[in-house]
């Protein structure tokens, strides 16, 4: 039997890591295997690239090194992780995954899309996602979350306003045009943004 995979999307402090971990401990009780993996990272070698990537020394990264940093850690991911879980029937549940390069370096940082459709269908092999949820947040409010977090060294989390509004368009646009996608309210409180992933998963995917 094959597994399925569940990604989480979306700007900086729109809530994922948080709720794919509710998600992740929900199927786990349920005695669903269940796997939580992130991206960049998720392997020995992926996380080594993802500290090159979050690096604050990395600020003259230019566009190209960038994206095939990503693409690498995401090749990784897949190869290593993903896929073998999948195939062993399990549920993968993904703290981002290829759109999060087409949302950043395509409507982000202008990258050609069509450029960057290649190098990720070449990362993952060909591999997409069961199922896509991307929280929806204002640019405002994830910042507001991620002062509170006090983690705002990262280096992409110093990039303007502007960018993150792009990236947030970049993410509403991909999910109109996929109906492997739906966008939630990430305003909602904690417990309320589970409950409706809950549904959208067990409507979609059980
Ligand atoms: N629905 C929510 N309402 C209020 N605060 C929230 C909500 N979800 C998450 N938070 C808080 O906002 C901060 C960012 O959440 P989280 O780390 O889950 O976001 P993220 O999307 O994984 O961010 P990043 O892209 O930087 O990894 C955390 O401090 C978290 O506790
Ligand atoms: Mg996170």
């Known amino acids: 039997m094959n597994g399925k995979l569940i990604v989480l999307e979306g700007i900086d402090g729109c809530g994922k890591t948080t709720q794919c971990h509710l998600l ?3 199927f786990m009780k349920k005695g669903y295997k269940t796997v939580y993996t992130r991206e960049p990272g998720g392997t020995f070698i992926g996380e080594q690239i993802r500290n090159i990537l979050l690096d604050a020394k990395n600020s003259n990264m ?3 090194c960038e994206v095939f ?3 690498a850690a995401r090749a990784q991911l897949v190869a290593e992780k993903i896929k073998p879980s999948l195939q062993k029937g399990e549920l993968v549940i993904c703290d981002r995954f290829v759109d999060s390069t087409l949302a950043y ?3 982000g940082r202008g990258i050609s899309l069509e450029l960057l459709n290649q190098v990720n269908s070449f990362a993952t092999n060909g591999l997409m996602p069961d199922l896509v949820i991307v929280l929806d947040l204002s640019v405002e409010e994830s910042l507001k979350r991620l002062k509170k977090r006090s983690c705002g060294s990262d280096r992409l989390e110093r990039e303007n306003m502007l960018f993150y509004e792009s990236v947030r368009k970049g993410y509403l646009d991909i999910a ?3 109906n492997t996608h739906v966008v939630l309210d990430a305003s909602l409180s904690i417990a309320e943004l589970h409950e409706r992933i809950l549904s959208v998963v067990e409507e979609r995917l059980f």
Request: one cysteine or more; hydrophobic letters at 15%.
């Open 24 to 26: 992740k401990d929900y």
């Open 62 to 64: 230019c566009r190209g």
């Open 69 to 71: 940093l990503y693409a």
């Open 105 to 107: 370096q395509g409507y």
């Open 176 to 178: 109109r045009s996929k």
